[in-house]
């Protein structure tokens, strides 16, 4: 129950900050939204990757722009399975300013183009610096350990 509250704050105050940004902010284009799936990506400047360990499992999508072809494309694909994904306690980060040098990219340190995939103790599972399919996330996902253990806690 309360990482499902963590969750659903988290989303509630990060929809809010985007909100408060210019209509074409380059976190948060307008196309990379779903508003019928309900998968609304974090800007990376909001938040912190402290925040949500033992709560969430974070997908960041690092950039160096919003119109880099491989962003919107990994946008997509998280977007087409959003449902799948949420079912299994993922937040969505995205970092298209590597100017702004936000919290998660000191961090993690990305070259150009990059999607990391972190666990909810906070450890880095996978870096890839290309695309990936959702399929594929979710795949890695059920692989790991604590992820095993909720399956089985679900039976």
Known sequence: MIPTLILVFSTVFA???LAQGA???PDAPADITGTETGFTPIAADTVDLASFLWASR???VFANTPADPAFAEQMRHLEARWP?????DVVVITDTDPAAASAPRQKLRPRGFSVVLMEKDGTVVQRKPSPQDGRELIRMIDKMPIRREEMRAIR
């Not at 799948?84 to 299994?88: F, G, I, Y």
């Open 84 to 88: 799948e994904l949420a079912a299994r």
């Open 23 to 25: 209509p074409g902010a």
């Open 58 to 60: 974070p997908i960041v």
């Open 15 to 17: 929809t809010a900050a």
